[in-house]
């Protein structure tokens, strides 16, 4: 402890050593200057943090005030219209009454209040409150906005007036109205009262403070509703002056932006604002976050560093006080000043620790618990002893790996301290969210002594969170997106199309006859098989694909990434709607009894064209009508080329799975004739015999087996043929000589056992592998480089020659050609067919011949149709030759009597 006069002790040090004295004030001042700074830009940090999260929880407000709006808004819409159509059909009279309880929906009394029909001089001729005897005691309504609207507006729209004080409610409430129409003209007006008061209640408990606000209003702008609600005086003051006092075009302005204004009703309020207009509406909802509420949230934080300012400041020159004391103090001195320190310690500790409404832990250096305050034992359910001596982890919930642990304390010893959600245990057992601070506490070396940790326990509003969310942007009933949040993903899913280049698909799913089992057995079976559609939906997708119900019978899928090729996408949207088509088909068991349904499914494809979400929409449901034209339980594409090509496809796929097996395929011949003229090889091409079709070219079928994984079996087929088709020519003179070529599909190529599948076929058939040829293509070179190289080595060591069909067409690379055991190059008949006429095409065609040459290779032309062409070839040291000059893929008879003619 100081003396009773420290300061004459000091003044006689001062005067003693003024300058060396003087200058450890100074440094005490010093630190707690830049210490107080830092406190300053540490609590702006803080700001701006929790400015940005209190702005997501802004956007979040919005985005679910929106859908309970539009949810509003559209059942209005509709009572409005089915009013409209019941006045058409039978006028006003008593039977009004009766109508209007048969179409209210439970609840809709908070929500709704009177209704009225005008004729179309401004007569009330209806009022649903008031008896038919008395609505002459209104006047004429012809001066009312709605009416002088619907008379200067032609067509059918929605009107929306301006926010009045009901004089028998007392409550603030607006007139939605729309125009009564007679061969097109204005026949009068029906209108509906809202109250919006009852729409703000379930947002209260997701107030972001007292001082922020949720409005709804028009874009003229006309005020609708607010909460908190403003006084009488002011609602009405400030309607006509909100587009000057906010500073904010509704009509405009870009959605998303924040804008800094002030507050119509709180002049000295600053605040951020978010807004959002409504689809179809011509209402916009204003979320405000006020200045004033960050700044009350935020002012434990800023309390605490200032006293941790105050404190280290305090501490400063209590320091620089104890070092000058230490020059004309004893060691009795000496002793009361770790006294003092120790002191000091213990009350920046408890300023820390104790200063916070919210649960308080404190650490030592090592992380064991040695202090907690009341609200800690609360929160948690431990006592103060049960918890004094563990360390925190007495309260992990395992809801975190390793990795969050460890990253939170390298950030805690890199910057001293950390902040986020965190889930927690308590003594029951309960698992529970908190929002966790943790401070590092230094010495006066920067050597972390304790550790203060603030949490506030956020269960309630998680909790809060997540039923509005799933009010806002789900099925209640089946759990599935609703056509809210279907929308939004839709969007998504457009625009991701139109950037990746991805097609997308969009199936409309409706169930057939289902008002027959609500008639027949009862809306609670009718609500299980729709329970039972979505469990079966949701089975038949892929996990970034989205299923949704958008009202009654009605379900949506969004299928995303199929592809930049139309028939590809066209075919797996085909594939996944037959996979609902038979998941929804099998029969259902409810209350007791069996239940057959079928949907109908219309498809429509999405991607570069450039549709509106709208139209994607319709062009489903109109594709779901054609399946349901179509006798039902079947699928329709919206688009006729599209369901022409998808149906081909299918027709073609199933007669090739039919050919296989019957063995409907044949190998035709083309000759491959020497410098002499002498039928020296042939190229084995399959052809297709069908039974009704006749002969089917390859360039019909050979692309679908690539796709479907039919070429591996044709494949096969194809190679083992062959290599019996040379073992019999082995037998005869006339065609011991031949060799063939055979194709081999980039598929083929790729199979891990590619090179034993060879084999076994060389062995099986005895062939001399000398005269077998596999001819590849450049694209198949192109991946897997070493494993494609590793294989021909293999089977060129087997005596297996190859070539390299269609060179010069793809990326060519000497790199790895110069690596590859090839007998000769292919050149492409692209390049042949001009090579007369096209200086670059005949360029080409000498530069390959050459580095056939240079490379020790051969080289065959194929495509050669004319005499001059062979003798461009010819003079330019291509020897062997390919095309219809010297024959057509013939039969094998007809090939065997070509072979012979020109074997001499």
Not at 86 to 110: N, V
Not at 134 to 141: A, E, N, P, R, V
Not at 263 to 272: A, G
Not at 488 to 499: N, P, V, Y
């Amino acid at each position: 402890m100081l003396s009773q006069s420290p300061w004459r002790s000091i003044k006689q040090v001062l005067f003693k050593d003024k300058r060396k004295d003087f200058s450890v004030v100074l440094l005490a001042v010093f630190l707690s200057v830049i210490f107080s700074l830092g406190c300053v830009l540490s609590y702006q940090s803080l700001y701006a943090d929790y400015r940005a999260k209190k702005h997501d929880e802004a956007r979040r407000l919005l985005l679910s005030f929106e859908a309970s709006s539009l949810r509003l808004f559209d059942y209005a819409d509709s009572y409005l219209r089915a009013l409209r159509a019941y006045h058409y059909e039978h006028g006003t009279g008593t039977q009004w009454r009766e109508f209007l309880q048969t179409i209210r929906a439970p609840h809709s009394e908070q929500f709704f209040g009177v209704v009225t029909v005008v004729d179309r001089n401004g007569w009330v001729v209806y009022q649903s409150e008031t008896p038919n005897e008395h609505l002459k005691s209104y006047g004429s309504m012809a001066k009312l906005d709605h009416f002088q609207y619907f008379t200067g507006h032609s067509g059918d729209s929605l009107f929306i007036g301006a926010t009045r004080l009901g004089k028998m409610t007392g409550k603030y409430q607006y007139r939605v109205g729309r125009p009564l129409l007679k061969d097109g003209n204005f026949d009068g007006m029906v209108m509906l009262t809202l109250v919006p008061d009852q729409l703000m209640d379930p947002f209260k408990a997701m107030s972001l403070g007292r001082h922020s606000s949720v409005t709804m209003m028009t874009l003229e702008p006309k005020l609708i509703a607010r909460l908190p609600r403003p006084n009488e005086d002011a609602y009405d003051r400030k309607m006509a002056n909100l587009k000057e006092s906010y500073g904010v075009d509704l009509q405009t302005d870009a959605e998303g932006q924040v804008f800094d204004v002030g507050s119509p009703f709180e002049p000295n309020s600053r605040r951020d604002i978010f807004f959002k207009r409504l689809p179809d509406y011509p209402i916009a909802i204003i979320v405000g976050v006020s200045e004033l509420d960050l700044q009350d949230d935020m002012a434990n934080a800023r309390n605490s560093l200032f006293i941790l300012a105050a404190l280290f400041s305090a501490s400063a020159l209590i320091v620089a006080m104890l070092m000058l004391r230490e020059k004309i103090q004893n060691r009795r001195l000496t002793a009361a000043l770790a006294a003092n320190r120790e002191a000091e310690e213990q009350l920046r500790i408890a300023a820390a620790a104790f200063d916070s409404q919210g649960g308080t832990l404190i650490t030592d250096a090592e992380g064991v618990i040695i202090r907690v305050n009341r609200a800690f034992s609360d929160s948690t359910g431990y006592q103060v002893e049960e918890l004094v001596g563990k360390t925190p982890r007495v309260l992990k919930s395992e809801q975190h790996n390793d990795s969050f642990y460890q990253n939170m304390w390298e950030k805690l010893k890199q910057t001293g301290g950390w902040q986020g959600e965190i889930w927690d245990r308590r003594k029951n057992g309960e698992v529970f969210p908190k929002w966790l601070t943790i401070s590092a506490v230094r010495d006066a070396k920067s050597v972390i002594t304790h550790y203060v940790a603030t949490h506030f326990d956020i269960s309630e509003r998680k909790k809060a969170e997540e039923r509005i969310q799933e009010l806002a942007f789900y099925d209640q009933l089946t759990g599935l997106p609703n056509r809210t949040l279907l929308r939004d993903r839709l969007k998504q899913s457009m625009i991701a199309s139109e950037r990746s280049g991805n097609y997308g698909a969009l199936l409309f799913v409706d169930l057939d006859n289902f008002k027959t089992i609500n008639d027949t057995l009862g809306h609670d079976c009718g609500d299980l098989l729709l329970k039972e559609v979505a469990k079966h939906l949701s089975t038949c997708i892929r996990a970034g694909d989205t299923a949704a119900r958008i009202g009654g019978d009605e379900f949506v899928i969004i299928l995303k990434d199929l592809g930049t090729i139309l028939k590809d996408a066209a075919a797996h949207a085909e594939k996944v709607g037959e996979k609902i088509l038979l998941a929804l088909g099998r029969p259902y068991f409810l209350n007791d009894h069996d239940y057959h349904c079928t949907p109908s499914i219309g498809v429509t494809l999405f991607g570069n064209k450039g549709e509106t979400l709208e139209e994607m929409l319709k062009q489903a449901d109109l594709a779901m009508y054609q399946a349901k034209a179509a006798g039902r339980n079947t699928l329709r594409f919206f688009d006729p080329e599209v369901q022409t090509g998808v149906a081909t496809r299918l027709v073609l796929e199933r007669d090739m799975r039919k050919a296989i097996q019957e063995q409907q395929f044949v190998l035709h011949y083309q000759p491959q004739i020497d410098l002499r003229g002498r039928c020296v090889a042939a190229e084995a091409l399959l052809r297709w015999l069908h039974p009704e079709r006749g002969m089917v070219g390859p360039d019909t079928f050979i692309p679908l087996s690539e796709e479907t994984g039919l070429i591996l079996p044709l494949g096969q087929w194809v190679l083992e043929t062959a290599c019996r088709q040379l073992v019999e020519w082995e037998k005869t003179l006339d065609f011991a000589h031949l060799s063939v070529a055979v194709n081999v599909s980039g598929k083929q190529l790729h199979q891990k056992d590619f090179v034993e599948r060879v084999v076994a076929i060389l062995d099986r058939t005895g062939v001399d592998p000398r005269r077998l040829k596999l001819e590849l293509t450049e694209s198949q070179l192109l991946t897997e480089v070493e494993g494609t190289i590793a294989k021909i080595t293999a089977l060129k060591n087997r005596g297996v020659n190859f070539v390299l069909d269609d060179f010069g067409t793809g990326y060519s690379s000497l790199s790895y050609l110069k690596r590859l055991p090839l007998e000769k190059l292919k050149i492409d008949r692209s390049f042949v067919r001009d090579v007369l006429t096209d200086p670059n095409d005949a360029a080409i065609t000498k530069t390959v011949i050459a580095l056939a040459k240079t490379l020790g290779l051969g080289v065959l032309a194929e495509g050669v149709e004319t005499e001059e062409q062979r003798q461009f070839l010819e003079s330019n040291g291509c020897f062997l030759y390919q095309g219809y000059l010297f024959g057509r893929p013939l039969s094998l008879a007809d090939f065997e009597n070509f072979a012979r003619l020109h074997g001499g």
